[in-house]
């Protein structure tokens, strides 16, 4: 036996352990996020993935050190010389990186490998000034690059691409770009509301796009702009599309139940064949309303203004209006398909849009900055058709909403939670039925892992 290589040997391990241990140290707590998604097995199969919602913005930050299978010794010596360690980091571009420092914060000191990517068409259009993209590598002992792999979601057709540049036997590096279908996982989320809903997604790592989502779901019966008592608490069953494992986007919300202010609310998605799906409730009732409650999405923008009363209009009048707060620009949506009767300048309404949804309904947006549609023009549901403004008598940017039946002006909340969409039919409901069991016992781990997660 050779006692200069087992003492290099030696040495090399422990220079393992110390890069393991530092590894450890600079992102400690990583392995905390993980979520208990294996506790979803069956049940799922009768969702379709069809919603891709935004960019996951933050892809976690990845550190891994291989696990080395003992081996002889003398084995272990040669492999050790061969490919001394596989180091395998992760971490997410920065508008601002250059290759420099992105390598650097991937742990590589390869100028030949710098100089490859920088000279990769693909990497430079796809990786670089990609804020919040996902790079892992796998480096050698010497922090040369084995192999970088970047992933990426370019359409909506439920495939992501795959960037590998790789060294080669031959110790050249080559890249490629390969095409692979996303992977949807049902995820478990829970909370409960001390300040806002955002901030208690936040505390449970939800992502935003799922609190949104279930504004909308529970919207005809439970008002998230102004209804909000602290103590609500929810569960969430969600999608995440997954490029080898890497959550790349939020699908859509499965099942949910929410209490608000003590009443229990429950939303489970359902496809009957042949028909669009919908939410209903466990019980069988559908959550769809002809027409939204509210005309603004619930966001992180919108929700964090406080609903206020119209001064001037007031004093001239009556106020026979529902106000939402917002900035400037904010997106204002149609709350039910229609055809839109007034698109312009009136008055004390500045630029408004009324819009006729039957022969007794009208809805009317006003103040707005800007107006999306014309006149005549067909609308539906959750398009929008302009931005929030402060143009006629209004003291500050806000919408003005209305809605009409017979020209009488009506509580849209209570519109909304009366004019029911299609229930479910008596053919669906054995398989409606078996869905229910099978998601109660998802949304009880899920209050189960906020339990758990509160008492921390
Ligand atoms: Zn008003």
């Given at each position: ?290 027409y939204l409650?509210?005309p ?25 209006g ?9 997106p204002v949506r149609v709350v039910g398909d229609g055809t839109v009767e007034f698109a312009g300048w009136q008055g004390g309404y500045g630029n408004v849009v009324h819009i006729k949804h039957n022969g007794s309904d009208t809805t009317v947006y006003a103040h707005l900055s800007r107006i999306d549609v014309r006149k005549g023009q067909r609308v539906t549901q959750g398009q929008n058709i302009g931005a929030v403004g402060?143009t006629g ?6 919408l003005h909403f209305e809605f009409r039946v017979n020209g ?49």
């Amino acid at each position: 036996m050779n006692h200069r290589l087992l003492a290099h040997a030696e040495q090399t391990t422990r220079r393992i352990a110390a890069r393991a241990l530092r590894a450890l140290e600079h992102h400690p707590r990583q392995v905390t996020a993980a979520i208990a998604a294996v506790l979803l097995g069956g049940g799922g199969g009768a969702f379709a993935v069809a919603n891709f919602g935004p960019d996951a913005a933050q892809v976690p930050v990845r550190e891994v050190v291989e696990v080395v299978q003992p081996l002889p010794l003398a084995a272990q010596v040669e492999a050790l010389d061969l490919q001394a360690l596989r180091l395998f980091r992760s971490d997410t571009v920065r508008s601002t990186d250059t290759v420099e420092t992105l390598f650097s914060r991937l742990g590589l000191n390869d100028a030949a490998a710098a100089a490859f990517v920088r000279n990769d068409a693909v990497f430079r259009t796809q990786v670089m000034g990609r804020n919040g993209r996902g790079v892992s590598v796998e480096a050698d002992g010497q922090q040369g690059l084995l192999k970088l792999v970047a992933r990426w979601v370019p359409d909506n057709d439920g495939t992501f691409k795959r960037l590998v540049i790789e060294r080669g036997y031959d110790h050249k590096l080559t890249s490629r770009v390969e095409t692979a279908p996303l992977v949807a996982t049902a995820r478990l989320g829970g909370g409960t509301i001390r300040s806002s809903l955002f901030a208690a997604v936040d505390d449970a790592r939800i992502p935003d796009e799922v609190a949104m989502q279930m504004a909308d779901v529970f919207s005809a019966r439970i008002d998230f702009h102004r209804g909000l008592r602290k103590g609500d608490r929810f569960q969430v069953v969600y999608e995440t599309l997954e490029a080898d494992g890497e959550p790349m986007r939020t699908g859509r919300v499965l099942s949910a139940e929410f209490v608000n202010n003590g009443k229990t609310h429950s939303a489970l998605w359902f496809q009957e064949p042949g028909k669009k799906g919908a939410y209903y409730s466990l019980d069988g009732k559908t959550l769809a309303s002809l027409y939204l409650a509210s005309p603004m999405q619930f966001s992180r923008v919108t929700s964090g203004f406080a609903m206020r009363m119209h001064p001037i209009l007031q004093q001239m009048r009556a106020h026979l209006g529902v106000d939402y707060a917002a900035p400037v620009g904010t997106p204002v949506r149609v709350v039910g398909d229609g055809t839109v009767e007034f698109a312009g300048w009136q008055g004390g309404y500045g630029n408004v849009v009324h819009i006729k949804h039957n022969g007794s309904d009208t809805t009317v947006y006003a103040h707005l900055s800007r107006i999306d549609v014309r006149k005549g023009q067909r609308v539906t549901q959750g398009q929008n058709i302009g931005a929030v403004g402060a143009t006629g008598w209004a003291t500050g940017p806000h919408l003005h909403f209305e809605f009409r039946v017979n020209g009488v002006h009506k509580d849209p909340l209570s519109i909304a939670r009366n004019a029911e969409g299609a229930p479910l039919t008596a053919e669906a409901r054995p398989a409606f039925d078996k869905l229910v069991g099978a998601m109660r016992l998802k949304l009880n781990a899920a209050a189960n892992l906020a339990t758990v997660a509160s008492a921390e």
